[in-house]
Nanobody, 124 residues
Framework: QVQLVESGGGLVQAGGSLRLSCEAS????????MGWFRQAPGKEREFVAA????????VYADSVKGRFTISRDNAKNTVYLQMNSLKPEDTAFYYC?????????????????WGQGTQVTVSS
């Protein structure tokens, strides 16, 4: 069982930056692939970024490529999402998720554990 707690969301102006954190409880964090997803009001949940268990593989949605960076610190049981050059269309609730198979997957159904999410609002 893994529990995930996101933090770092907030209100920021367009062009600004935020760093989201997702801390995992329990052992074996380093064996999990980790992903970030987001959901805006009235829209379906969409993939943002993912990182494999050992970190060499990262995957990004086209909409955030070059602006967002996913990373992990296995010693701290934490995965991060650095978000730069934020746009109003990045406004959403952001969730982190854990994949027991250790992959960097874009598919939500690959992930077994989900956090409660954190709100990111980008004003124009």
């Amino acid at each position: 069982q893994v529990q995930l707690v996101e933090s770092g969301g907030g209100l920021v102006q367009a062009g600004g930056s935020l760093r989201l954190s997702c801390e995992a409880s329990g052992r074996a964090f380093s064996s999990y692939g980790m992903g970030w997803f987001r959901q805006a009001p009235g829209k379906e949940r969409e993939f943002v970024a993912a990182i494999s268990r050992s970190g060499p593989t990262t995957v990004y949605a086209d909409s955030v490529k070059g602006r967002f960076t996913i990373s992990r610190d296995n010693a701290k049981n934490t995965v991060y999402l650095q978000m730069n050059s934020l746009k109003p269309e990045d406004t959403a609730f952001y969730y982190c998720a854990a994949d027991p198979f250790g992959m960097a997957s874009m598919r939500p159904n690959q992930y077994k554990y989900w956090g409660q999410g954190t709100q990111v609002t980008v004003s124009s």
